[in-house]
Every structure is written in structure tokens, then in C-alpha cells.
């Protein structure tokens, strides 16, 4: 059967472990020889497309990347077509998407050909996720993701596709989750990539108070407060979530060892300050790093020998 990775929620705990196993372990620099994977962008990207363009490459394989302009998904022609497409040249597609549905109607129109990977939908972000589990478990227990359980991550801020696809990854490895937000900005329960039909793993909090949130945090994580596409309600936005920025002083409710994630860009100044996302605290550039790794890891899974 042709795999996938739209989202961490579909993927089963045998899957993960094999992503995250892979994504560690020296690749098969042949993997993808002669393959090509289509890189379609409907957003910008820095981390997204030089992860999966250099991943690729040092698996054997080469890329193609489309533009938003380009490719025009249901503008141009309709996502049926650009995945019919797509599927007479290439083994993989790789897409940031507006809209997560484009997904499921690419796997239909094309009878489940070419395997189809999320670099970032309005609901999941599901490689930053493996990426951050990773940084996270290099801190905290030598990159063994099973020394995650027990741990206490806090997302402060706007709940984003970010947040979904790292609470998702989270609690199915036992880590306890706690998610910082105003009312408007919270995690809604439902649709896809859903932490809270997360079951048998740590625990999800949800709360309105920055600083409860934080309290007795291992691990404190940020995203943007305006997301792309919704630009337009960027004031709103900033006032809506200025006490939930990620400054000395919420840190300082953290453990005394508490390390900060943010998947990048920052918006310094907004949801992080420069004091914080430059500190020793601070694990992106790690981050950053994984993003490569998480890569290697999905793409390996996805060719795997079945
Ligand atoms: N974190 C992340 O996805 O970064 P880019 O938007 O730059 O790809
Ligand atoms: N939540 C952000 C993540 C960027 C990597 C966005 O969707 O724009």
C-alpha cells in the first residue's frame, strides 16, 4: 500500500517509531536513486524547502519545486489534475497547502499512486512535529524518544497546525501537554489532527492562563501569532495575545531547566523576545537542524521495504 504522511494522528505508533528510528540511524544513501519529488509550495518556506531539498538529494533522489503562481491549485486546474499530473513523473509529492483537503482529493484522483507528504496545512505540520519530538528527545534523554514520557511541554500563544501536529506527537509518546491560550485562540476539539482523541497517552491541559501554563514546564514552545494567510488580523491578533508572549518573566515560571522551542520564523518582539529565542534556553537552531533529519526519516519510512 502506497504511504503517506498528511498528519502524525494517521500514522500508527509501529509508523512513528520507525520515522523517528530512521530519521537517527545512517541512510541508504540510495533510497531514492533516480526518483523524483515534487515540491509544491502554496506559502513560502526557508526551513521547509531546504530540509526536503537536501534530504532528497542525500537519499539519491532529486526534486522539482513549484510555486503558489506556478501551480495554481483549483485556480490553474483543479487539485485533481496538478495529482494526476504529478503522478505520471513523480514517486513523491510533497505539499504546503492551504487547505488540508487537497490531500484526501489528490489520493482519490490518483487511485492512491504517489505517495503524498504535508510540509504544512492549516491544520498540521506534521514534520515539525517529528522534528521537535526529536529535539526534544536529544536534550532530555540522548535521543531516545521513549525517555519523553513523563515530561511536562507547555505551548503558550495561538494554537496553530504547529501546535496540533507537536501535542498529537507528544502525547502518543506519554509526554503531558499543556496549552496556553486565550479564548478564540484555544484548540478546538475536532476535524483532523486532533490532540484531544488522543488516547492512552500523557495528559492535555487546556487553559486561558499564560502563567499557570507554564508552571513546572520541561519544555516551553511558541509559534507565531499571525500565521500565513491571516495577515489581514494582525493588530487584532497582537493585542488579543500580548500576555502570552514568551519573555524572561513567563519563563521564569518554567523549571529552572526549562528549554524553549519555536518552530521559526520568529516574530521577535511579538510572540518571543530576542532575550529569550537567544538565550542558551533556546533549542531552534537544533530544531532547525532535525527539520533535515525528520525528512530523512519519512522519506525512508515511505520507500521502506514492505
Ligand atoms: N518551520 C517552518 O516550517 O519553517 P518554513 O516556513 O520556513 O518552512
Ligand atoms: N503557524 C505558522 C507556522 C509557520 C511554519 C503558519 O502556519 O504560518
Keep these: 500500500m502506497t504511504r503517506h504522511f498528511m498528519t502524525i494522528e494517521q500514522q500508527s505508533d509501529?509508523?512513528?517509531k520507525k520515522i523517528y528510528e530512521l530519521a537517527t540511524s545512517p541512510i541508504n544513501d540510495e533510497t531514492l536513486k533516480g526518483q523524483g519529488?515534487?515540491?509544491v509550495f502554496e506559502r513560502p518556506s526557508l526551513r521547509t524547502r531546504a530540509s526536503s531539498s537536501v534530504a532528497v538529494q542525500e537519499l539519491g533522489g532529486f526534486v522539482t519545486f513549484f510555486s503558489d503562481e506556478e501551480v495554481?491549485?483549483?485556480?490553474r486546474e483543479s487539485a485533481e489534475d496538478i495529482g494526476r499530473t504529478l503522478n505520471e513523473m513523480y514517486s513523491i509529492a510533497a505539499l504546503r497547502v492551504r487547505n488540508h483537503e487537497v490531500f484526501k482529493r489528490m489520493?482519490?484522483?490518483t487511485n492512491d499512486q504517489i505517495s503524498l507528504i504535508n510540509l504544512l496545512s492549516n491544520v498540521a505540520h506534521p514534520l515539525q512535529a517529528i522534528a521537535d519530538v526529536l529535539t526534544i528527545a536529544e536534550h532530555f534523554a540522548k535521543g531516545d524518544v521513549s525517555g519523553i514520557k513523563g515530561l511536562n511541554v507547555t505551548y503558550v500563544g495561538d494554537a496553530t497546525n504547529v501546535t496540533r501536529s507537536l501535542a498529537v506527537a507528544l502525547l502518543r509518546c506519554g509526554?503531558?501537554?499543556?496549552?496556553g491560550a486565550p479564548s478564540g485562540y484555544q484548540l478546538s476539539a475536532g476535524g483532523e489532527e486532533d490532540p484531544s482523541a488522543v488516547t492512552g497517552g500523557g495528559t492535555l491541559t487546556?487553559?486561558?492562563s499564560p502563567v499557570d501554563a507554564v508552571k513546572g514546564a520541561d519544555v516551553v514552545v511558541t509559534d507565531a501569532w499571525v500565521s500565513m494567510g491571516m495577515e489581514a488580523e494582525t493588530q487584532k491578533r497582537r493585542n488579543d495575545l500580548s500576555a502570552f508572549q514568551v519573555n524572561a518573566k513567563l519563563m521564569g515560571e518554567a523549571k529552572k531547566d526549562?528549554?524553549?522551542l519555536h518552530c521559526l520564523p520568529a516574530h521577535r518582539g511579538d510572540e518571543i523576545t530576542d532575550e529569550i529565542l537567544d538565550s542558551d534556553k533556546s533549542l531552534v537552531w537544533r530544531e532547525v537542524f532535525h527539520r533535515r533529519t525528520a525528512m530523512l526519516g519519512v522519506?525512508?519510512?515511505i520507500k521502506e521495504e514492505k
Design 175 to 179: 509526554a503531558n501537554v499543556t496549552v
Design 14 to 16: 509501529k509508523a512513528l
Design 299 to 301: 522519506l525512508q519510512w
Design 258 to 260: 526549562a528549554v524553549l
Design 206 to 208: 487546556l487553559t486561558d
Design 37 to 39: 519529488v515534487a515540491l
Design 72 to 75: 495554481g491549485i483549483d485556480t
Design 107 to 109: 489520493q482519490t484522483a
